[in-house]
């Protein structure tokens, strides 16, 4: 198993310009989640999904879209990505239901570094 | 808006040495996930607490759940440098949710 893979690693934009995160899981979870990570600030959610073709937005989803055509990817887009925008971004998963005291266990995939100038 | 709060923000102790970290919050958590992350490197789930006054031991690490679920601590025994890292709580604030809130988090260095 793969497990949470996120596409691509880093990316460097200009200012006004869109792109795609890709987010795959192969464990056949549930809920996906996007995050991202900006020193001394944790991990905020963007938007997250409980299942396949359902969306809701999170803490700080301004300037985001998302979309989760199938149960094992969730995709993370930027219309017109903003230097507010740089930051590291991470995909988790989470099973419906977990086992063995790993209850609410997230899965993070690797992040992804992007750069907006 | 929930809010939680990691204390301290960074520590760096030497090999041997224990140490205690915290996470707060104003509002009541219905579960609490403590988790390391290594540099360029997404979060791995180290426990997850659910009881008011509960304690989980993992080896040299101790955490426990206050009685009223409002705040929760990390302590290492004897820290090796193998447990630096960035340490984060995160936690859901009512039963059956699947939205959680991340701390600042606390970034330890353990030197040998």
């Known amino acids: 198993n793969a497990g949470v893979t996120q596409t691509p690693k880093f990316r460097v934009l200009k200012t006004g310009q869109s792109m795609t995160l890709l987010c795959a899981q192969d464990m056949n979870h549930e809920y996906m989640y996007w995050y991202r990570q900006d020193p001394g600030m944790g991990l905020r959610l963007i938007h997250y999904?409980?299942?396949?073709?359902?969306?809701a937005k999170g803490e700080v989803p301004d300037g985001y879209n998302v979309s989760r055509l199938k149960k094992q990817n969730f995709l993370l887009g930027l219309e017109s990505a903003a230097p507010s925008q740089t930051s590291v971004y991470f995909c988790?998963?989470?099973?419906?239901?977990?086992?063995?005291?790993?209850?609410?266990?997230?899965?993070f995939g690797p992040g992804t570094r992007l750069t907006v100038l | 808006t929930q809010l939680l709060e990691q204390s301290p923000q960074f520590l760096s102790i030497q090999e041997g040495e224990n140490l205690t970290v915290y996470c707060n919050s104003s509002s009541v958590f219905s579960s609490l996930q403590w988790y390391r992350q290594e540099p360029g490197e997404g979060p791995v789930l180290l426990v997850t607490v659910v009881t008011g006054g509960e304690v989980k031991k993992l080896k040299r690490l101790t955490f426990q759940f206050g009685d009223a679920r409002k705040d929760s601590s990390l302590h290492i025994t004897a820290a090796q440098p193998g447990d630096t890292g960035l340490y984060l709580c995160a936690g859901t604030f009512s039963r059956g949710t699947y939205k959680y809130i991340f701390g600042t988090g606390t970034r330890l260095k353990v030197l040998a």
């Open positions: 988790a998963s989470r099973p419906l239901q977990a086992r063995g005291g790993r209850a609410h266990e997230q899965f």
């Open positions: 999904s409980v299942g396949e073709g359902t969306t």
